[in-house]
């Protein structure tokens, strides 16, 4: 199929580059202008934190960095390649969904519901994305899983299933079975809001933990002490566009726009 949007201008990795560059991201649901207009580089090992409203596009946006939701305009390149598509002579054209996975698969993404698969077990859960999308062999993939499990402090869950977990274990099951993946990037989308409050902790700290490692991570959450805490910068949006954007010591204690400050004002 070829794509409406515009032009690819994907270069090679290079030393240097950004790990993520979104350009001119726009997305619209029919008449209504969900996204308009993002521009945002991620540098490697950077923890950027979006805040905003409620309805102001930071899901969406997020959703377009690893194209479950498809950009209506504009383009997103992940470490040098464009995602989503590829250039063939002078047309860009979507990758088949073999393509799609393979890029995807560099990219994990947490969501605020948990969504692993309830038939599965824990190790299971975070054996089968490697397995079978990243033909890793079934051993290996186990071992890998294991290691993974005890980072998050899940050993001794192995072989439970996902319903006989609390709310916080089963995410972080989820965030084990993103990095099965060995992504360069993660993404995470409120990852503590369905949580009762006792559970956000041991999910925040996981993803601290994380942070301390190097990840390079795009964070959606309502979490301003978290974001404070353990991002580089921090992102404002409001209206589908960036108002604001700075170190956390300034965006939350000597923010610039008056829709940042109000937002704050409403929140902190
Ligand atoms: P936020 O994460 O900042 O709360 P979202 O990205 O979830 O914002 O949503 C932004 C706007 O886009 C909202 O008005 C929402 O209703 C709308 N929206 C999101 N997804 C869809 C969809 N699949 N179809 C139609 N509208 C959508």
């Known amino acids: 199929m070829t794509s409406p949007t515009t032009p690819a201008t994907a270069e090679p990795p290079r030393a240097g580059q950004p790990l993520v560059r979104i350009s001119g991201l726009h997305k619209s649901y ?8 993002i521009d945002l580089d991620v540098r490697p090992g950077e923890k950027v934190s ?20 498809r950009p209506t305009r504009g383009h ?3 470490d040098g390649d464009l995602l989503g598509q590829k250039r063939v002579g002078d047309r860009v054209v979507d990758l088949d969904d073999r393509a799609l996975a393979r890029q995807r698969a560099g ?5 605020q519901r948990f969504n692993l698969f309830p038939h599965l077990s824990v190790l299971r859960n975070v054996t089968i994305g490697p397995v079978k999308v990243g033909k890793v062999p079934a051993a290996e993939a186990e071992a890998r899983a294991l290691a993974l ?5 899940l050993a001794s869950k192995a072989h439970s299933y996902p319903e006989q977990l609390s709310g916080g274990q089963q995410q972080r099951v989820a965030i084990a079975r993103a990095l099965a993946m060995r992504p360069k990037l993660m993404l995470f989308d409120e990852a503590t809001s369905a ?15 994380l942070a301390a490692e190097g ?9 301003m002490q978290f974001a404070e805490d353990v991002s580089d910068r921090v992102i404002f949006m409001d209206g589908g566009v960036v108002v ?19 937002f704050l004002s409403a929140v902190l």
């Open 30 to 37: 029919g008449a209504l202008d969900v996204l308009r207009g």
């Open 50 to 69: 979006i805040i905003g409203p409620s309805g102001s596009g930071k899901t969406t946006m997020l959703r377009c960095v690893n194209f479950i939701e």
């Open 76 to 78: 997103i390149v992940i």
């Open 107 to 111: 990219i994990g993404m947490v969501f």
């Open 149 to 153: 499990l005890d980072k998050v402090g």
């Open 195 to 209: 949580l009762d409050p006792e559970l956000v902790g041991e999910v925040l700290g996981v993803m601290a933990d």
């Open 215 to 223: 990840m390079t991570m795009l964070i959606v959450t309502h979490e």
């Open 244 to 262: 604001e954007e700075a170190p956390p010591g300034r965006l939350f204690h000597a923010p610039e726009h008056p829709r940042t400050r109000a």
